[in-house]
């Protein structure tokens, strides 16, 4: 079972900006800081100020996902939180939360809605028979 101390669930604002820094890191960006966020992605936060991103830089870097080194003038945030970790302990932590851990009603729910499609369900057992061997 999930502990809350096990995992720090991020606000949607955070989630966004650290979602951006973490496809700017698989890009090979060095330089990664509020700056560069708003010129690399306008169409998702250009809408926010400078000063919003840097405070949500700054509580990333709290969070401990990032740590801010300084490169020039500018404070570039250096990857500590593994993408795919937090979206494994994301998605146990909704499970848990909202579907009280009933996996089998996510995926009814997911696949109802048609969210989860033919192919994808093909694609998982696939999957399953593959790690069960």
Not at 18 to 33: E, S
Not at 69 to 80: D, P, S, T, W
Request: charged share 30%.
């Amino acid at each position: 079972m999930l502990r809350k101390k096990d995992f720090t669930k991020l606000p949607e604002s955070e989630l966004q900006i650290m979602q951006l820094i973490w496809d700017m890191d698989k890009k090979g960006v060095k330089d990664i800081h509020a700056g560069a966020l708003l010129n690399a992605y306008p169409e998702q936060i250009g809408h926010l100020a400078l000063t919003t991103v840097l405070t949500l830089i700054t509580r990333l870097q709290n969070k401990g996902f990032i740590r801010l080194e300084k490169h020039g003038r500018a404070n570039c945030a250096i990857v500590l939180a593994d993408e795919n970790e937090y979206k494994r302990k994301a998605a146990a932590d909704f499970v848990a939360t909202v579907y009280k851990n009933n996996t089998k009603g996510l995926i009814s729910a997911l696949y109802s809605d048609g969210i989860l499609s033919e192919d994808d369900i093909d694609d998982l057992r696939r999957e399953i028979a593959e790690d069960n061997k």
